[in-house]
């Protein structure tokens, strides 16, 4: 039972161009939701967090949009560079605790120069 | 550099066999997580240490179990391999109980043959 489910494996956007990264959940009580970066042979790297309260939130290059009634999350990354090239987690908890993230299988993002 | 150090890097061993992954949380973290990617999914959460006690259990196997040490260090212990436990193992670390930015090692590669 996929809870949270990234259905795009790969991605391949232009540099400078918006990269939109998408993820779905089933679980209508996940409260919270990250997304992770992750280079090769490195660890998973927090990026940007959104608590349900919410339905946006935005750091520098990168805005996640949260639509509960879709049970959706996207994020954007404005301008892609060649350097956000990873592949990126979502992931979701019922409670504000990394004991309970649920994360989908990933998306490899290439960003083209 | 996230501060969480994994040793080894990468491990081959035989099926039956028992071995030990370490995790050195970042300084001053006391919360320890331990996840397990198999391929083409998502990190599927073990268990959590929270200053020396088990504090949250997730998919772990009876035949793994963990350990937190007074110095915060982390053991997980893997026995009676099976092919199917071939995975990358990541350890992350965070200050408090609930630490939703959780920042994890370089992984453990897991490789049962």
């Known amino acids: 039972d996929q809870q949270v489910k990234q259905n795009s494996p790969s991605l391949s956007v232009q540099e400078g161009r918006i990269s939109i990264l998408n993820c779905d959940y089933t679980?209508?009580?996940?409260?919270?939701f990250l997304w992770y970066k992750k280079y090769p042979a490195e660890g998973p790297t927090f990026l940007i967090s959104i608590s349900s309260i919410k339905d946006k939130n935005e750091d520098g290059r990168f805005t996640v949009f949260l639509n509960k009634s879709a049970k959706h999350l996207s994020l954007h990354i404005v301008p892609s560079q060649p350097g956000d090239s990873a592949v990126y987690f979502c992931a979701a908890s019922e409670i504000q605790g990394a004991q309970k993230l649920v994360f989908g299988q990933g998306t490899r993002l290439t960003i083209n120069p | 550099d996230s501060g969480v150090t994994q040793t080894p890097k990468h491990l081959i061993t035989a099926t039956g066999q028992r071995v030990t992954l370490r995790c050195s949380p970042r300084?001053?973290?006391?919360?320890v997580y331990w996840y397990q990617q198999s391929l083409d999914q998502g990190l599927q959460f073990l268990i959590q240490y929270y200053n020396g006690e088990e504090r949250a259990k997730g998919n772990i196997l009876e035949r793994f179990s963990a350990q937190q040490f007074p110095d915060l260090h982390s053991e997980l212990n893997l026995s009676s391999l099976e092919l199917g436990d071939s995975a990358l193992y990541f350890c992350a670390s965070s200050v408090r109980d609930e630490g939703i930015e959780a920042f994890f090692g370089q992984g453990t590669r897991l490789t049962v043959v």
């Open positions: 300084s001053g973290d006391l919360s």
């Open positions: 679980n209508s009580m996940f409260d919270y």
